[in-house]
């Protein structure tokens, strides 16, 4: 049987990583044929890419997970601070998506600019 979505994002800086972040990646998993999970981190952030990685990988075997640095500006209300972030993401991106899994309502504007379903995991 199918699942709902082809191709399923779930990003986050995973700083740390914790049983939400899990629990979205998770659901993702269930209703995605494939899962691109994205660990997005600032260079000015005190836990490591390497580090971070290790745990999504030690948890979350069966996705795939790409993982960069973002160091744009964060300003939700900027046009040109969402320009810079887009460009990270979409670099990671192995190909389209069809559904974005996050929780917050700043993901909105991200869902938006990637043309793909939003599915909110515990908002709030």
Same mark, same amino acid.
């Given at each position: 049987?199918? =699942?709902? *979505? #082809?191709?399923?994002?779930?990003?986050?800086? *995973?700083?740390?990583?914790?049983?939400?972040?899990?629990?979205?990646? /998770?659901?993702?998993?269930?209703?995605?044929?494939?899962?691109?999970?994205?660990?997005?981190? !600032?260079?000015?952030?005190t836990?490591?890419? =390497?580090?971070?990685?290790?745990?999504?990988?030690? +948890?979350?075997? !069966?996705?795939?997970?790409?993982?960069?640095?973002?160091?744009?500006?964060?300003?939700?209300?900027?046009?040109?601070?969402?320009? +810079?972030?887009? #460009?990270?993401?979409? #670099?990671?991106?192995?190909?389209?998506?069809?559904?974005? *899994?996050?929780? !917050?309502?700043?993901?909105?504007e991200?869902? /938006? #600019?990637?043309?793909?379903?939003?599915?909110?995991?515990?908002?709030?």
């Open positions: 049987m199918s =699942k709902p *979505f #082809r191709h399923g994002l779930a990003l986050g800086k *995973f700083y740390p990583l914790h049983a939400g972040y899990s629990n979205l990646i /998770r659901k993702a998993l269930r209703q995605c044929d494939e899962v691109t999970v994205q660990l997005l981190v !600032n260079s000015a952030e836990n490591p890419l =390497k580090t971070r990685l290790t745990w999504l990988q030690q +948890e979350h075997p !069966n996705a795939n997970i790409v993982a960069g640095v973002d160091d744009s500006e964060v300003d939700f209300d900027s046009p040109t601070a969402w320009d +810079e972030h887009m #460009r990270a993401i979409e #670099r990671l991106l192995p190909k389209p998506i069809d559904a974005a *899994f996050t929780s !917050n309502e700043c993901s909105a991200l869902v /938006r #600019r990637l043309g793909a379903l939003w599915v909110q995991v515990d908002p709030g």
